[in-house]
T-cell receptor, first 111, second 113 residues
Framework: AQSVTQPDIHITVSEGASLELRCNYS??????LFWYVQSPGQGLQLLLK??????LVQGIKGFEAEFKRSQSSFNLRKPSVHWSDAAEYFC?????????FGKGTMLLVSP | DAEITQSPRHKITETGRQVTLACHQT?????MFWYRQDLGHGLRLIHY???????NKGEVSDGYSVSRSNTEDLPLTLESAASSQTSVYFC????????????FGNGTRLTVT
């Protein structure tokens, strides 16, 4: 069965600093990989997705993620965090059937 | 614009009552999903449907049921609400199976007292 691990429950980053959120997946073949963001009281919004091809994918709001097969990872990055990026971030993978989500990483942005 | 709407946004009910949460999407998507979100567990799949008259159990389906009589709606029913079902419920839809992103509703916060 596939699984997704987000090792960090909370991360605090200073505004303007760079960000990296970690995600590891477990799946026999190359899965489809996604990052979603959830603001308080809202549903999840897709940031970016990886299916195949270039391992560095660009998303909305200045986010990018890099797929590394050797590490079974799909880490999310942003070069300069803004206060409005404070939210919960979910990594997800899809094999043959439905999506499996990680448990999320809460991003806090300090002034 | 196409959207996915959940109602009600908040619901308080008593243990043992039957509760139905509504989900309506105007994306014309075949696939629809129900998740629950709880602290420490992330999102867990309850039920899903790949089209009219199709329903499937997810990871945490016990105590829940769904029916799909048309493309737009996938109501979630709690047959006999339990306190363990206090949660935030999200409905989502997508175009096809694995490789299409999900579009989420804004959630229903359910409290079972």
């Amino acid at each position: 069965a596939q699984s997704v691990t987000q090792p960090d429950i909370h991360i605090t980053v200073s505004e303007g600093a760079s960000l990296e959120l970690r995600c590891n997946y477990s799946y026999g073949a190359t899965p489809y990989l996604f990052w979603y963001v959830q603001s308080p009281g809202q549903g999840l919004q897709l940031l970016l997705k990886y299916f195949s091809g270039d391992t560095l994918v660009q998303g909305i709001k200045g986010f990018e993620a890099e797929f590394k097969r050797s590490q079974s990872s799909f880490n999310l990055r942003k070069p300069s965090v803004h206060w409005s990026d404070a939210a919960e971030y979910f990594c997800a993978s899809a094999g043959y059937s439905t999506l499996t989500f990680g448990k999320g990483t809460m991003l806090l942005v300090s002034p | 614009d196409a959207e996915i709407t959940q109602s009600p946004r908040h619901k308080i009910t008593e243990t043992g009552r039957q509760v139905t949460l509504a989900c309506h999407q105007t994306w014309n998507h075949n696939n629809m999903f129900w998740y629950r979100q709880d602290l420490g567990h992330g999102l867990r799949l309850i039920h899903y449907s790949y089209g009219v008259q199709d329903t499937n159990k997810g990871e945490v389906s016990d105590g829940y049921s769904v029916s799909r009589s048309n493309t737009e709606d996938l109501p979630l029913t709690l047959e006999s609400a339990a306190s363990s079902q206090t949660s935030v419920y999200f409905c989502a839809s997508s175009e096809s199976r694995s490789n299409s992103p999900l579009h989420f509703g804004n959630g229903t916060r359910l409290t079972v007292t």
